[in-house]
């Protein structure tokens, strides 16, 4: 039997409109799992940075904690002479300070003498917390976290190695993750007397900060060598501590640069190994450790499961398969009946069809005709309106997500990576057509004592505070950024000349200098500036903030509250 052209042309045309629908759903889908998944990445790099930020003010917190047990009278006189209310006292306030802690293990006074002999000891056991016995006091002068902490100075934190807790009579601690932070108890006139330890829990703190995360997320930490600490697979977790070491860059061999120390961050699929049948996106931060320790660096990362990151896309795909079996059959239909009046309006389904997938503006659709053609237009035309909403939902969360990884989320400024992004970009156009770039670095004088004395909220505010005053008083083709702590930069592209850049030094320093008002008292502070000039003192990022920080460690040397170029100018 043989077809007709009507026929043909009708069955023809539904194919072709089959399969430029299913064409679209596909780039469509593949486009939005595409969108989603480097919205995860940026999303695992953001939450690896919260995480961070947690895990250090835990840090900063038992450092305050080690300051006020090692300050106290009480310990000095333990120590020294000890009396049994003195005794007492200090093993109440360890109580009182492990009951408002529930992740410290322990917390003790061991002496400097006799072999570094345990004089107060508060243990938490599987019943609460315990005091230890003058019997059962054992001699620690062995372990680093004594023989190392006795050489700090006054106010020094010590932190260990993470290892699972060995020691003999630990309680509740023994034979779990464990870290030990330590600061000496001194007198001014006899030296170290001894030191003060508090033994964390690792697992117990880890799973509160993996509590705040999404269910989907997997906290994972490694030290500087690579081992792994926490894993979601408990059997990778301290392998050293079974004569097997489970190494993250083995596993993971993307994080190998950060082991190296050659990168602060990654961000990868892994589709490999023992996640090739759940292949997860991972981000990891590598963070130096700014206190004395045995580990000189960890690295904390998150991963995600591909599969629950591209789940929403799942669903758009089942909306796509319906919308396209429908469009597909409408065709076959209507071209059947009329294949010959119909051509032009399918055709513009086609064209429209095609212009979409690759990205283009919707073109007019025949969705006034009332019949199954315009059925037909109105059901594509309201599946690129999904698409496009969805689309636009995608980018618009990727855009806030790339701000936020951009912007220093107290002050508003550049942090650190859009910093040396726009240095390296000025670097290269100076490369490219001449002229000089100058970096401006400041670190504020008498920020700790604000932080120690006012708290932290005052010490927030006044970095607030110095980012508006650098904003108010750089130019809008500068950028100030804060690199962290106390310490901001500003990148000035292209250069003034010398004089205006002294100028603009003294303008911020007295601009720093103004006291701040918080909760109606006036905080006093000021700055010390160190200026770096490119090419004169380096033709690289690096070479120019060495320079410019050196410039300020000479000002701090010499008194504070000025400024100092790499290389003096003449004159």
Known sequence: MRLGIATRLA??????????????GFYVYEASRDLLVASAKNKL?????????????????????LQMLSAHPASLRALQHPQTQDLDQLATLFRLMMDSNPAYFQIRLIAAHDHGIE???????????????????QEKGHYAYVSETLKLATGQTYMSRIVINRERGAHAGEGKPALMMAMPVVDTDRGVQGVVVINLDLQGMFSLLAADLPSQFQLMLANGAGDILVHPDAN??????????????????????????????????????????????????????????????????????????????????????????????????????????????????GRAARFFAVGQVKTALPTHRQDEIGDLARSFSRMQDQISQQLEEL???????????????????????????????ALAQRRRHGGELALVFLDLDKFKDINDQQGHEAGDEVLKVVASRLRANT??????????????????????????????????????????VHEQELLELGCSIGISRSPVDGLTAEELLAAADEAMYEVKQAGRNGFRFATPIPG
């Open 11 to 24: 069955v023809v045309l539904a194919l072709l409109g089959a399969l430029a629908a299913g064409l679209t």
């Open 45 to 65: 790099l953001t939450s690896n940075q919260v995480v961070l930020r947690r895990i250090t003010l835990t840090r900063e917190m038992v450092t305050r904690n």
């Open 119 to 137: 004089v107060v000891r508060v243990d938490r056991d599987a019943v609460g917390l315990l005091r230890v016995d003058d019997a059962d006091l």
């Open 236 to 349: 990778l977790a301290f392998g050293f501590d079974r004569g097997q070491r489970q190494l993250v860059q083995e596993h993971m061999p993307p994080t190998l640069p950060l082991v190296r120390g050659d990168a602060d961050s990654v961000v990868f699929e892994m589709h490999e190994g023992v996640y090739a049948s759940n292949p997860v996106v991972a981000a990891f931060i590598g963070k130096n450790i700014e206190i004395a320790s045995e580990d000189g660096r960890l690295l904390l990362g998150l991963t995600q499961p591909i599969a629950d990151v591209v789940q929403e896309v799942d669903r758009l795909r089942v909306s796509i398969v319906n919308i396209v079996v429908g469009l597909s059959l409408a065709c076959l239909v209507v071209a059947v009946v009329v294949a010959s009046a119909l051509s032009r309006p399918i055709n513009a389904i």
């Open 395 to 425: 980018e618009s969360s990727r855009q806030e997500l790339s701000d936020l990884a951009r912007h220093d989320g107290l002050t508003g400024l550049a942090n650190r990576r859009l910093f040396e992004e726009r240095l390296q970009s």
């Open 475 to 516: 130019r809008e083709v500068d950028t100030p950024a804060r690199l962290g702590g106390d310490e901001f930069v500003v990148l000035l592209c292209p250069a003034p000349e010398p004089t205006q850049l002294a100028a603009l030094a003294r303008k911020l320093l007295e601009a720093v200098s103004v006291p701040i």
